[in-house]
């Protein structure tokens, strides 16, 4: 595989996360041009308030007692925690109301804190930074080590002042919640058919770039399997990774972009139920906590015969129709991959283009954006260097890069 485009593959992530960034679960578009002047064209700060927030008053609730029993860390709130509802802290945020895409509870809009509140401009979100966790145990240890790993990932999340970013997504806190229970670490990951948005683009991000570590896909897909369960039990995320793997690889081997990622397109089911369909579905239950569990599990794993025909959506629907109506922006892989395929095939892989592209459709725009930054960084033999120097930590971020490619680049 290039070397250069690997680099280029990483920049793409961390380039398209800082962008989305401030609008990461916008789902109606037009607050995105409202609050933004006709929308994303740059690294902006995380506004306040977030229109459509529900991150306040999510819950996280660990065994104390035990965790201080094993010596395990278990507080990933830190300065955040007037956010969460927990069993260690007086939560005094009123849930007042039911609205945006879900209907969840959120408080009234003068609270509604940004899921990425305090965030400055050109700055990366955890999700991105867990990325970095990983890239550095890998310099670290001059090879992967799975435990070594989930030690890092541990200290990150549990050290005061290391994790900038408010938001603890779902899957942290089922994990931190299985940790401080006394369950080994390997196994912390909460499953799919347990928690509905396990099942999330989050999943993939990191097994992707692990997946560059190896030297052939039979291998790098079973790398990037292997590291998924480590925090998603998730069967839509392994399918996602059986598609995206590949399609990554074959882009660093300069294989042309648009027909090799129609080709891959064309492998990926699509849901019975879908867009408008699955937003009206949640928002009929006042949110999808309100769904018994083997009906979420039927709505997000029963597909239909079709595949997604990239040429064929093109033509038959606008980007409007596509985003929302078509297939949601929310979390899920098997909505997402169609979304990030779209705005790829239909900016003819632009890097710019697309990352903007992404930035502006709003939902889970941030991890959706990541793997769609590294499929464009991936076949890119440069990403604009305005776009890399304005990330606030470009010189750490360059160093680790340059230290990842020359570690997994070695014969």
């Not at 037009?30 to 306040?56: L, N």
């Not at 892989?333 to 903007?356: G, T």
Request: glycine residues 6%; negative net charge.
């Amino acid at each position: 595989m290039d070397t250069t485009r690997m680099k280029n593959a990483l920049w793409g992530a961390f380039v398209a996360d800082a962008m989305a960034m401030p609008v990461h679960w916008y789902y109606q578009r037009k607050y995105i041009q409202e609050g933004f002047d006709g929308g994303i064209t740059k690294y902006e700060d995380a506004p306040h308030p977030h229109p459509e927030s529900f991150m306040v008053g999510n819950n996280y609730h660990p065994n104390i007692t035990k965790a201080k029993e094993l010596g395990r860390p278990f507080d990933i709130a830190h300065e955040h925690i007037r956010f969460y509802d927990t069993n260690y802290n007086d939560f005094n945020i009123a849930l007042a109301v039911h609205a945006g895409e879900h209907k969840n509870a959120m408080p009234q809009k003068d609270e509604r804190y940004h899921y990425h509140h305090g965030l400055k401009a050109g700055e990366n979100t955890v999700g991105a930074n867990l990325m970095r966790v990983l890239i550095r145990s890998v310099i670290k240890e001059g090879k992967y080590n799975q435990e070594r790993f989930i030690e890092d990932f541990v200290s990150y999340l549990t050290t005061p002042g290391l994790n900038r970013d408010a938001y603890t997504e779902v899957y942290i806190r089922a994990w931190f919640e299985n940790y401080s229970k006394g369950v080994p670490p390997h196994a912390c990951a909460e499953e799919q058919r347990n928690v509905w948005s396990i099942a999330s683009n989050g999943g993939i991000i990191r097994p992707l770039l692990l997946s560059l570590t190896s030297k052939s896909t039979f291998q790098a897909l079973g790398v990037a399997l292997q590291h998924q369960q480590i925090t998603h039990r998730s069967d839509n995320v392994s399918s996602a990774l059986t598609v995206l793997v590949p399609l990554l690889r074959e882009l660093l081997a300069k294989k042309p972009p648009m027909p090799t990622l129609k080709n891959a397109a064309s492998k990926v089911q699509r849901t019975k139920i879908s867009g408008e369909e699955l937003s009206k579905t949640y928002a009929d239950h006042n949110g999808p906590g309100n769904i018994p569990k083997d009906e979420m599990w039927d709505i997000h794993t029963q597909f239909s015969d079709q595949t997604v025909d990239l040429d064929a959506l093109v033509k038959a629907f606008s980007e409007n129709e596509i985003l929302g109506s078509v297939f949601t922006t929310g979390c899920y892989p098997e909505q997402s991959l169609p979304v990030l395929m779209y705005l790829l095939y239909k900016n003819d892989f632009d890097f710019e283009a697309s990352v903007l592209a992404n930035a502006n459709a709003g939902g889970d725009n941030v991890h959706r954006g990541i793997i769609l930054g590294m499929l464009a960084g991936a076949a890119s033999e440069e990403i604009p260097k305005a776009l890399k120097e304005s990330l606030v930590e470009y010189e750490s971020i360059d160093k680790e890069i340059e230290a990842f490619v020359k570690i997994i680049s070695a014969e």
